[in-house]
């Protein structure tokens, strides 16, 4: 699945990049060492050509770039009588190093070989002198060259040689088993090759490792969330030490949070509409079963019950809509002028038969807002106050400026509300006994405060036993400065 996915892709990066660096690594070394030996190689064999030269009486200084030039041939001795005499003399004065041999050939065949045993010998060599002789055949030239052939990997120089007078050529031959002066170097490359090879299998086995260990706050992470589900939203995952993995542990586990809340308010939201529906429909249904068809006074008398019922359950639909639009719903903001809008909603609560409406204040200000909510919410608590306040007492409506904002409100002289009842209200469904029977949805204040909260407002209320005042609270962001004020 994915998560092993990414371990193998980060273990592949891992041992890809230690295995290119090591090849680089070592690859470069190797090239350096090996050109280093050639040089060395080629060195030696031309000291051993100059150590000839000091045997034959050849003084000319050595030009620094004696191979392939024409002066480099060994040819201005003037120590020994004849060719022959003087390559012998050469063969059994220089002492071939390690990993050397030497041949005097003479009109191109082998003529002396070291006069002190060497480690490897030329005149053994299928084909080697032969090789080396044809090259010389013409000028006199020292010549570097390299000989493969059979197993056998040679770097040598031949140096024609000849006495003054002497109409033979001879020929001085050196060479170096190039294989065995690569020996020490192979050797140790291939040892390198071993520890690089370990190096990248402990390196692979380390990232696996820890790769996996990464990996696994992620790997908790989605078991943990794929065992979330609807139905068991309570789980948490853990949260461990402090790094990405645990950031986003913590933002998974708010997704958590606000998902239960939520769900949670809409389970007992469905729960408490389901209760809310059953009262009325097992009123009506008892009514409807219990009545006498003959009866028309009992027949008119249920009619007003079920009508007055299902109106009820109309305005409950009505409001449960209302509430679950609201937090989609952005309000409508105008500027609006506050006293009017105070007079305004006198005006529609006059009509409101069993009290005393009075407008106790208009605040002269203009307030950025939606007149339609406001209206909506304010007429609620008009409601509420005609509703839970005795008849023929007195509701007072008004409007106030505070410091950067607008109260709107509205006072009766109802029994007011129980102590400790005040967070209850404004639950849905929240209702309270306040002396004059339960008879609302208890969906009006929290439809209240969810529109003074699209507005940034609040609601407020204070209540004693001699009457309540319910205020919302807007804020007044245009922070007009208008005279008047709280005058009636
Ligand atoms: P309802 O539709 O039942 O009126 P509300 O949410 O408007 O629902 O009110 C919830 C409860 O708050 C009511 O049941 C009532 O007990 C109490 N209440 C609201 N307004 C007043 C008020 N002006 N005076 C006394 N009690 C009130």
Redesign the pocket.
């Given at each position: 699945m994915g998560l092993s996915s990414v371990r193998t892709r980060i273990l592949v990066s891992i041992i890809g990049v230690a295995f290119v660096g090591l090849v680089f690594a070592g690859g470069a070394a190797y090239l350096v060492q090996r050109d280093r030996i050639a040089h060395a190689v080629d060195d030696r064999l031309l000291q051993r050509v100059e150590s000839a030269r000091a045997v034959v009486g050849d003084d000319r200084p050595d030009s620094g770039d004696a191979v392939g030039s024409a002066e480099a041939a060994v040819t201005h001795g003037g120590g020994y009588a004849t060719t022959r005499d003087a390559l012998r003399g050469v063969l059994e004065r220089i002492v071939p190093g390690e990993h050397e041999g030497a041949l005097g050939l003479v009109d191109g065949r082998v003529a002396f070989v070291p006069g002190v045993a060497s480690e490897i010998h030329l005149e053994s060599v299928p084909g080697f002198a032969e090789r080396a002789a044809a090259e010389t055949v013409e000028g006199d030239a020292v010549q570097l060259g390299t000989f493969v052939d059979s197993g056998v990997w040679l770097r040598y120089m031949t140096a024609p040689l000849a006495a003054p007078g002497d109409p033979q050529r001879g020929v001085y031959v050196v060479a170096l088993d190039l294989d065995a002066a690569h020996a020490d170097l192979d050797a140790a490359f291939t040892s390198y090759a071993v520890i690089a090879a370990g190096a990248v299998i402990a390196t692979g086995l380390v990232g696996w490792f820890v790769a996996g260990r990464l990996l696994q706050p992620v790997r908790r992470l989605s078991s943990a969330a794929s065992r979330i589900t609807v139905n068991a939203l309570d789980e948490r995952i853990p949260v461990h030490g402090r790094d990405e993995v645990s950031r986003l542990t913590e933002t998974v586990n708010g997704m958590f949070d606000r998902l239960d809340r939520s769900i949670t308010s809409q389970r007992r939201l469905l729960d408490d509409v389901r209760h809310e529906l059953k009262t009325p429909i097992t009123i009506v249904r008892g009514h409807l079963e219990l009545l006498d068809p003959a009866d028309a006074e009992e027949v008119r008398a249920t009619r007003e019950l079920a009508i007055d019922e299902l109106d009820r359950m109309a305005e409950l639909v009505d409001r449960i809509e209302l509430l679950a639009e609201l937090p989609d719903d952005a309000p409508a903001v105008e500027p609006v002028d506050v006293a009017a809008l105070t007079r305004e909603v006198h005006a529609k609560s006059s009509v409101i038969a069993g009290h005393d409406w009075v407008l106790a204040a208009t605040a002269d200000v203009v307030v950025d807002l939606d007149p339609r909510r406001i209206t909506q919410a304010w007429l609620?608590l008009v409601d509420?106050?005609a509703?839970?306040?005795p008849e023929g007492t007195p509701v007072r409506i008004g409007s106030s400026r505070a410091e950067g904002a607008v109260q709107l409100w509205v006072e009766?002289e109802?029994?007011?509300?129980p102590p400790g009842a005040e967070a209850r209200?404004f639950e849905r469904f929240?209702?309270?006994?306040?002396g004059r029977g339960?008879?609302?949805?208890?969906?009006?204040?929290?439809l209240v405060e969810g529109i003074a909260l699209a507005h940034g407002g609040r609601v407020e209320v204070s209540s004693s036993s001699v009457g309540?005042r319910?205020v919302i609270i807007l804020p007044n962001d245009r922070g007009d400065r208008a005279d008047g004020g709280d005058g009636a």
């Open positions: 609620q509420n106050a509703k839970y306040s009766d109802g029994p007011g509300i209200i929240g209702r309270v006994n306040t339960i008879r609302g949805s208890g969906l009006g204040l929290p309540s319910f």
